[in-house]
């Protein structure tokens, strides 16, 4: 079974920078599209950026500029390089790996994310 765990979240200041990583394990990770999502108290989980097998990249708007999503075959890991952190990006930050065919979807436990002062 696919296995994902998160890592490297904490407590930054506004304009300060962290680097989240997710070690995938339990199937073929180039096979994934990999995502990043994160869930404010009191909101919904909402998509953070998103990489395909082939390395086509998508980010929502209100990261893009900011924040960078990448990922390393070979060490089964999926990376987001956040900068220039905001109180807003205060969030437990989920990595998401998918299928297309068969259609499949997994989810690791979250790492949090706070920006204060």
């Known amino acids: 079974q696919v296995q994902l765990v998160e890592s490297g979240g904490g407590l930054v200041q506004p304009g300060g920078s962290l680097r989240l990583s997710c070690t995938f394990s339990g199937a073929i990770f180039s096979m994934f599209v990999m995502s990043w999502y994160r869930q404010a108290p009191g909101k919904q989980r909402d998509f953070v950026a998103h990489?395909?097998?082939?390395?086509?990249?998508n980010y929502a708007g209100s990261v893009k500029g900011r924040f960078t999503i990448s990922r390393d075959n070979a060490k089964a890991t999926v990376y987001l390089q956040m900068n220039d952190l905001e109180p807003r990006d205060t969030a437990v930050y989920y990595c998401?790996?998918?299928?297309?065919?068969?259609?499949?979807?997994?989810w690791g436990r979250g790492t949090q994310v706070t920006v204060s002062s």
């Open positions: 990489i395909t097998s082939d390395g086509t990249i």
């Open positions: 998401n790996a998918r299928l297309t065919y068969p259609l499949n979807n997994y």
